[in-house]
């Protein structure tokens, strides 16, 4: 049910002779349905105004298109469901995960707990405390760049499904569990990237890029982007020519892997360049949904980037690049060039 606010919002509007559409893209900007939108407009129609919203009315400056969004702040409506199921079905995911570790390595906590076994199942375990408060960063603070970040680990336990299957086959109730976690989350963020996800994550004052003339701060590609390139940046920079450098150094006949290093960190570079510099010129005043998906592929190539300078597994980042290179670069350009033509 639509809240009083805004409904003395939506007559306060039409009073004004603010478009209805625009009014409603004000409305979906703070979360509510399309049923809810309806439901004010329809409540408007068939309700007189009351004395002390006219007296409010009087008293607020008349609000024109470009300053609607102020009006209602996004602060003053809850979360939509769609959220909600987004991290209740993470949750479910996690707790499927653990389930999983549990049935299969139950049997060998004894041996596990008195050797460095202990030591390989901190890391999962660290990941899953961090999968924990990425949910909660984005569920509860609205913040986008968790809700992106999470899509990394997501995909790469996509793409090992084929394993999973595999595994069924040999262990149908281990495989199951491995499996469970996979489709929760699979659930979790058809939620998480539906339309009323996306327009509760998206930046504040993102819809005034629907007003001609209106400047827009699209914090995806000024703060959320750069900062990500830069931060993967330092780390291969340090791999690269600090500890790669020191196994050249002491085995001079792995040359061969360190120049392969070398070109795909010109690879990085480039996309560097045109991330950090042109794209962000050119998309920082205006703002799409497809900003989320651009950067959550950035997230997951720049992982597959540093993959190739970590000692010991850089030919799983090289599989990667092999592999995955002509698919993303297919997909990077097909949404640069839609969201060039949102601009």
Same mark, same amino acid.
């Given at each position: 049910?639509?809240?009083?606010?805004?409904?003395?919002?939506?007559?306060?509007?039409?009073?004004?002779?603010?478009?209805?559409?625009?009014?409603?893209?004000?409305?979906?900007?703070?979360?509510?349905?399309?049923?809810?939108?309806?439901?004010?407009?329809?409540?408007?129609?068939?309700?007189?105004?009351?004395?002390?919203?006219?007296?409010?009315?009087?008293?607020?400056?008349?609000?024109?298109?470009?300053?609607?969004?102020?009006?209602?702040?996004?602060?003053?409506?809850?979360?939509?469901?769609?959220?909600?199921?987004?991290?209740?079905?993470?949750?479910?995911?996690?707790?499927?995960?653990?389930?999983?570790?549990?049935?299969?390595?139950?049997?060998? !906590?004894?041996?596990?707990? &008195? =050797?460095?076994? #202990?030591?390989?199942?901190? /890391?999962?375990? %660290?990941?899953?405390? $961090?999968? @924990?408060?990425?949910?909660?960063?984005?569920?509860?603070?609205?913040?986008?760049?968790?809700?992106?970040?999470?899509?990394?680990?997501?995909?790469?336990?996509?793409?090992?499904?084929?394993?999973?299957?595999?595994?069924?086959?040999?262990?149908?109730?281990?495989?199951?569990?491995?499996?469970?976690?996979?489709?929760?989350?699979?659930?979790?963020?058809?939620?998480?990237?539906?339309?009323?996800?996306?327009?509760?994550?998206?930046?504040?004052?993102?819809?005034?890029?629907?007003?001609?003339?209106?400047?827009?701060?699209?914090?995806?590609?000024?703060?959320?982007?750069?900062?990500?390139?830069?931060?993967?940046?330092?780390?291969?920079?340090?791999?690269?020519?600090?500890?790669? !450098?020191?196994?050249?150094? &002491? =085995?001079?006949? #792995?040359?061969?892997?360190? /120049?392969?290093? %070398?070109?795909?960190? $010109?690879? @990085?570079?480039?996309?560097?360049?045109?991330?950090?510099?042109?794209?962000?010129?050119?998309?920082?005043?205006?703002?799409?949904?497809?900003?989320?998906?651009?950067?959550?592929?950035?997230?997951?190539?720049?992982?597959?980037?540093?993959?190739?300078?970590?000692?010991?597994?850089?030919?799983?980042?090289?599989?990667?690049?092999?592999?995955?290179?002509?698919?993303?670069?297919?997909?990077?350009?097909?949404?640069?060039?839609?969201?060039?033509?949102?601009?």
């Amino acid at each position: 049910m639509i809240s009083p606010r805004f409904i003395d919002y939506i007559r306060h509007q039409l009073a004004a002779g603010v478009a209805k559409e625009d009014i409603k893209k004000a409305l979906g900007i703070n979360g509510l349905s399309e049923q809810d939108i309806t439901e004010g407009f329809a409540t408007v129609q068939t309700t007189p105004p009351v004395p002390s919203v006219e007296a409010h009315a009087v008293a607020q400056p008349v609000a024109t298109p470009a300053t609607q969004a102020e009006v209602v702040s996004p602060q003053v409506i809850s979360r939509p469901p769609s959220v909600r199921y987004f991290e209740l079905l993470m949750y479910a995911s996690i707790a499927a995960s653990i389930l999983t570790s549990v049935y299969q390595y139950g049997s060998q !906590l004894a041996q596990i707990m &008195s =050797n460095a076994m #202990l030591l390989v199942l901190t /890391v999962p375990a %660290l990941i899953l405390v $961090g999968k @924990f408060v990425l949910v909660r960063l984005a569920a509860h603070q609205r913040k986008n760049w968790a809700r992106i970040v999470l899509l990394a680990p997501f995909l790469m336990n996509v793409l090992g499904i084929g394993g999973i299957i595999f595994f069924i086959i040999r262990d149908p109730i281990a495989g199951l569990l491995a499996l469970g976690p996979i489709v929760l989350e699979v659930a979790a963020f058809s939620f998480a990237f539906s339309s009323s996800s996306n327009t509760w994550f998206a930046p504040q004052g993102s819809m005034t890029s629907a007003v001609p003339g209106q400047a827009v701060d699209n914090t995806i590609w000024r703060k959320g982007i750069p900062r990500t390139n830069i931060g993967f940046m330092v780390v291969s920079l340090l791999l690269v020519f600090g500890l790669d !450098l020191l196994i050249l150094i &002491s =085995n001079p006949g #792995l040359v061969g892997f360190w /120049v392969e290093m %070398l070109v795909v960190l $010109g690879i @990085f570079g480039i996309f560097f360049y045109l991330e950090n510099y042109s794209f962000k010129r050119r998309f920082t005043n205006s703002y799409s949904t497809l900003d989320a998906w651009i950067s959550a592929i950035i997230v997951i190539r720049n992982l597959t980037f540093v993959l190739n300078f970590i000692p010991l597994i850089q030919l799983l980042g090289a599989a990667g690049l092999v592999f995955g290179g002509i698919p993303f670069l297919i997909l990077y350009s097909v949404l640069l060039y839609k969201r060039s033509k949102a601009v």
